[in-house]
T-cell receptor, first 112, second 111 residues
Framework: ETGVTQSPTHLIKTRGQQVTLRCSSQ?????VSWYQQALGQGPQFIFQ???????GRGNFPPRFSGLQFPNYSSELNVNALELDDSALYLC???????????FGSGTRLTVV | AQRVTQPEKLLSVFKGAPVELKCNYS??????LFWYVQYSRQRLQLLLR??SRESIKGFTADLNKGETSFHLKKPFAQEEDSAMYYC?????????????FGAGTRLAVHP
């Protein structure tokens, strides 16, 4: 039982380009969070969506944006990619505040 | 400031030896803490949460508010325990929750 699926698994982009990462969460996961994990570090909170609206954001610039859809899928969009955006991006689904988080396997983004 | 510190990047032990993975936190409210584990080529998964007070795969963790610590312990390490371990603090903020992770500790258990 996986619960959260992310695509693609790996991606290479050029500095300045835009990228869209996708996450498919299981039914009941009305909350989805995105995290950035740079090499050698723990995951860092980017933002969270609840019922298709962003309801929380970490210390990331506006060029990081997202969407959540009624079918429990979501997207992370990053514009004007920078070299430092190279990282593993994790999606986590949750059924609510008192529930745990189920993480996807992540998308490894490399910006060259 | 809200922060989770895992002081050791790597902990190397022999099979059967006791293990203690250290985690310290900084948080002004009532903390809710977790340990997540990531085995090789697998996704991040919840190992245990302090409010459950349970033992998973022989691991336990006790919240010590006086020392602001939540160390993960196992009396006898097994080779299959080799993995990355992350301590995380759940922080409520304006109607949503976020997890603050430490940098992680790699546990290597040698035969």
């Amino acid at each position: 039982e996986t619960g959260v699926t992310q695509s693609p698994t790996h991606l290479i982009k050029t500095r300045g380009q835009q990228v869209t990462l996708r996450c498919s969460s299981q039914s009941g996961h009305n909350t989805v969070s995105w995290y950035q994990q740079a090499l050698g570090q723990g995951p860092q909170f980017i933002f969270q969506y609840y019922r298709e609206e962003e309801n929380g954001r970490g210390n990331f610039p506006p060029r990081f944006s997202g969407l959540q859809f009624p079918n429990y899928s979501s997207e992370l969009n990053v514009n004007a990619l920078e070299l430092d955006d190279s990282a593993l991006y994790l999606c986590a689904g949750s059924g609510g505040a008192n529930y745990g988080y189920t993480f996807g396997s992540g998308t490894r983004l490399t910006v060259v | 400031a809200q922060r989770v510190t895992q002081p050791e990047k790597l902990l190397s032990v022999f099979k059967g030896a006791p293990v203690e993975l250290k985690c310290n936190y900084s948080y002004s409210g009532s903390p809710e803490l977790f340990w997540y584990v990531q085995y090789s080529r697998q996704r991040l998964q919840l190992l245990l949460r302090h409010i459950s007070r349970e033992s998973i795969k022989g691991f336990t963790a006790d919240l010590n508010k006086g020392e602001t610590s939540f160390h993960l312990k196992k009396p006898f390490a097994q080779e299959e325990d080799s993995a990355m371990y992350y301590c995380a603090l759940k922080v409520p903020s304006g109607g949503y929750n976020k997890l603050i992770f430490g940098a992680g500790t790699r546990l290597a258990v040698h035969p």
